[in-house]
């Protein structure tokens, strides 16, 4: 039987966990949690708590990194947690909602932005996005090395990019900006319910560093690589987001900031006039490679899965020349082009995939304390720093955003939700096929 190849090195797998982290997100949110938190320092510090939250969730998922050096990450941590259905769940929600839905948002963010530099109907536009998923599927079937290459040029770059934005607003902007307009300190409505909401674009934003343990499967010495990589990775995203926002605040007031459609831009164009065209590159940029991130590490828990005989048996095959799950990414890729075609944007969709995603965050963070009674000690080469409060801290905050997101966004919380139990049955469809085949 062809199996995965090991190529992926510390280095690519901290590319892979920064670049899947820094994506849209740090460009389009910033003003949706401005509108909710109209004060500078509230702003900076729930973009600081989404850090805490990252890094201890890293921690927390370093240690069962190192547990389960295999292919599919998160799948295989649930499934070994709290039985098949759970890790099955997991797979089925981020084939069919999660990853597919932000590769076709991204798509088309990226392409919007090329819009912004070489004008596009909305023909155009749609056939651009198609087109860089269908180049990213292909860098990624031909050689894991060539993802892995793809992973580090694109990523090096848009930090090359995100460096510029933060540097341009610390050294040319004004701190002074921050007070040029009186903003009320308490956000309007309960104060907890919008903090809760400003956290959807944070965790959105932050959400991705847990790819590097997807391909665990596919890296030299993973037991001590994917943990490093997911702490490296999450710390280097929180500082940059902080940086980032703060560069913003510099060049922007909170007022401006909340009303902003291409924030990086307008704000980098206060001190730069032809600044728009050069943060556009760099979101374009950004966006398609983190299409490509997504489009290498996500197959392989649909991989994984097809291994384990609970998804479809084609999933599981392997390009007998490139060794790369062939079938598991075109199939992603297919549903993504779909996606992408029929709806056009992934923003209505943003709040219900979130909810969905950090239901499964925390319970993986809680299937630590499963594996502390169950596995031996020997069994962790890698121990959470801090525990067991680190996944406690995790947890917690994960709990409170789930909660708060199902009360004040009860429509796209239970279409999710409604969507994860057709799930169930698909689960039972694919049981009983394995039991047929004994």
């Given at each position: 039987?062809?199996?995965?190849?090991?190529?992926?090195s510390?280095?690519?797998?901290?590319?892979i966990?920064?670049?899947?982290?820094?994506?849209?997100?740090?460009?389009?949110?910033?003003?949706?949690?401005?509108?909710?938190?109209?004060?500078?320092?509230?702003?900076?510090?729930?973009?600081?708590?989404?850090?805490?939250?990252?890094?201890?969730?890293?921690?927390?998922?370093?240690?069962?990194?190192?547990?389960?050096?295999?292919?599919?990450?998160?799948?295989v941590?649930?499934?070994?947690?709290?039985?098949?259905?759970?890790?099955?769940?997991?797979?089925?929600?981020?084939?069919?909602?999660?990853?597919?839905?932000?590769?076709?948002?991204?798509?088309?963010?990226?392409?919007?932005?090329?819009?912004f530099?070489?004008?596009?109907?909305?023909?155009?536009?749609?056939?651009?996005?198609?087109?860089?998923?269908?180049?990213?599927?292909?860098?990624?079937?031909?050689?894991v090395?060539?993802?892995?290459?793809?992973?580090?040029?694109?990523?090096?770059?848009?930090l090359?990019?995100?460096?510029?934005?933060?540097?341009?607003?610390?050294?040319?902007?004004?701190?002074?900006?921050m007070?040029?307009?009186?903003?009320?300190?308490?956000?309007?409505?309960?104060?907890?319910?919008?903090?809760?909401?400003?956290?959807?674009?944070?965790?959105?934003?932050?959400g991705?560093?847990?790819?590097?343990?997807?391909?665990?499967?596919?890296?030299?010495?993973?037991?001590?690589?994917?943990?490093?990589?997911?702490?490296?990775?999450?710390?280097?995203?929180?500082?940059?987001?902080?940086?980032?926002?703060?560069?913003?605040?510099?060049?922007?007031?909170?007022?401006?900031?909340?009303?902003?459609?291409?924030?990086?831009?307008?704000?980098?164009?206060?001190?730069?006039?032809?600044?728009?065209?050069?943060i556009?590159?760099?979101?374009?940029?950004?966006?398609?490679?983190?299409?490509?991130?997504?489009?290498?590490?996500?197959?392989?828990i649909?991989?994984?899965?097809?291994h384990?005989?609970?998804?479809?048996?084609?999933?599981?095959?392997?390009?007998?020349?490139?060794?790369?799950?062939?079938?598991?990414?075109?199939?992603?890729?297919?549903?993504?082009?779909?996606?992408?075609?029929?709806?056009g944007?992934?923003?209505?969709?943003?709040?219900?995939?979130?909810?969905?995603?950090?239901?499964?965050?925390?319970?993986?963070?809680?299937?630590?304390?499963v594996?502390?009674y169950?596995?031996?000690?020997?069994?962790?080469?890698?121990?959470?720093?801090?525990?067991?409060?680190?996944?406690?801290?995790?947890?917690?905050i994960?709990?409170?955003?789930?909660?708060?997101?199902?009360?004040?966004?009860?429509?796209?919380?239970?279409?999710?939700?409604?969507?994860?139990?057709?799930g169930?049955?698909?689960?039972?469809?694919?049981?009983?096929?394995?039991?047929?085949?004994?």
């Open positions: 039987m062809t199996t995965l190849k090991k190529e992926l510390l280095y690519g797998l901290i590319m966990a920064i670049g899947s982290c820094i994506g849209s997100g740090i460009f389009m949110t910033p003003s949706q949690i401005a509108g909710h938190l109209p004060s500078p320092l509230l702003i900076l510090l729930v973009w600081g708590i989404g850090g805490i939250v990252t890094l201890t969730g890293a921690l927390t998922f370093a240690e069962l990194g190192g547990m389960f050096p295999e292919a599919g990450g998160v799948y941590y649930l499934k070994e947690a709290y039985g098949e259905i759970f890790g099955f769940l997991y797979g089925w929600a981020y084939l069919l909602v999660i990853c597919t839905g932000a590769i076709a948002a991204l798509s088309i963010t990226f392409a919007k932005y090329l819009g530099l070489v004008p596009l109907n909305k023909k155009e536009t749609l056939a651009v996005a198609v087109s860089a998923i269908i180049v990213a599927t292909i860098i990624n079937i031909l050689r090395k060539a993802g892995e290459i793809f992973s580090n040029v694109f990523t090096g770059l848009k090359i990019g995100i460096t510029a934005v933060i540097l341009i607003g610390l050294f040319m902007g004004n701190s002074g900006v007070l040029t307009r009186p903003v009320s300190t308490v956000p309007s409505g309960n104060f907890a319910v919008v903090f809760g909401l400003a956290l959807i674009g944070v965790l959105w934003s932050y991705g560093w847990q790819h590097a343990s997807f391909v665990a499967g596919e890296t030299k010495n993973a037991r001590r690589t994917v943990p490093r990589a997911m702490i490296i990775g999450s710390l280097v995203v929180a500082v940059v987001y902080l940086l980032t926002n703060l560069a913003y605040l510099f060049l922007l007031p909170v007022h401006k900031i909340a009303g902003a459609e291409s924030l990086a831009a307008e704000a980098v164009s206060t001190v730069i006039p032809f600044g728009g065209i050069l556009a590159c760099i979101i374009a940029i950004s966006v398609f490679g983190t299409v490509g991130i997504y489009t290498l590490s996500a197959p392989r649909y991989y994984a899965m097809a384990d005989g609970l998804f479809f048996k084609k999933l599981a095959s392997v390009h007998p020349r490139f060794r790369t799950p062939v079938s598991a990414i075109v199939t992603q890729s297919t549903w993504a082009i779909i996606l992408l075609l029929f709806w944007t992934f923003e209505d969709l943003i709040t219900y995939v979130v909810f969905i995603d950090w239901i499964f965050f925390g319970l993986t963070a809680l299937s630590i304390y594996f502390r169950k596995r031996k000690e020997a069994d962790r080469p890698y121990k959470t720093l801090g525990y067991p409060i680190t996944p406690i801290i995790f947890i917690t994960t709990g409170f955003f789930v909660t708060n997101t199902l009360i004040e966004k009860p429509k796209q919380a239970w279409v999710g939700l409604i969507f994860m139990s057709i169930v049955l698909f689960f039972y469809f694919f049981k009983r096929r394995v039991k047929k085949s004994y």
